[in-house]
């Protein structure tokens, strides 16, 4: 019933910029955290970002300094700021949010969106 929908993924240039959104839809009652992931061809996937209801926020060391994670709680979106991209970038990133619906929570997973950085 839940449903994370990614945008703004795409092809870059090194050095360049992209942002890119997850809004959570249907029956939520609380965002606990909010988490970007991602995967590159023959790699594992790999935590990229993350950020709690109370704003605390983490990077991985890859991204620290480029990368920004932030939360607009009233549309359930959360969204990753990509500066200074460079080719290593490239993978699919997927957003990760667990929901409280009801007296339950569980995490869910948005489809994935393809960010390509290449000259």
């Known amino acids: 019933q839940v449903q994370l929908v990614e945008s703004g993924g795409g092809l870059v240039q090194p050095g360049g910029s992209l942002r890119l959104s997850c809004v959570a839809s249907?029956?939520?009652?609380?965002?606990?955290?909010m988490t970007w992931y991602r995967q590159a061809p023959g790699n594992q996937r790999e935590l990229v970002a993350h950020?709690?209801?109370?704003?605390?926020?983490t990077y991985a060391d890859s991204v620290k300094g480029r990368f920004t994670i932030s939360r607009d709680n009233a549309k359930n979106t959360v969204y990753l700021q990509m500066n200074s991209l460079k080719p290593e970038d490239t993978a699919v990133y997927y957003c990760?949010?667990?929901?409280?619906?009801?007296?339950?929570?569980?995490?869910?997973w948005g489809q994935g969106t393809q960010v390509t950085v290449s000259s």
């Open positions: 950020s709690t209801s109370g704003g605390r926020t």
């Open positions: 249907g029956s939520i009652f609380d965002i606990n955290a």
């Open positions: 990760n949010a667990d929901i409280t619906t009801g007296m339950l929570h569980r995490a869910y």
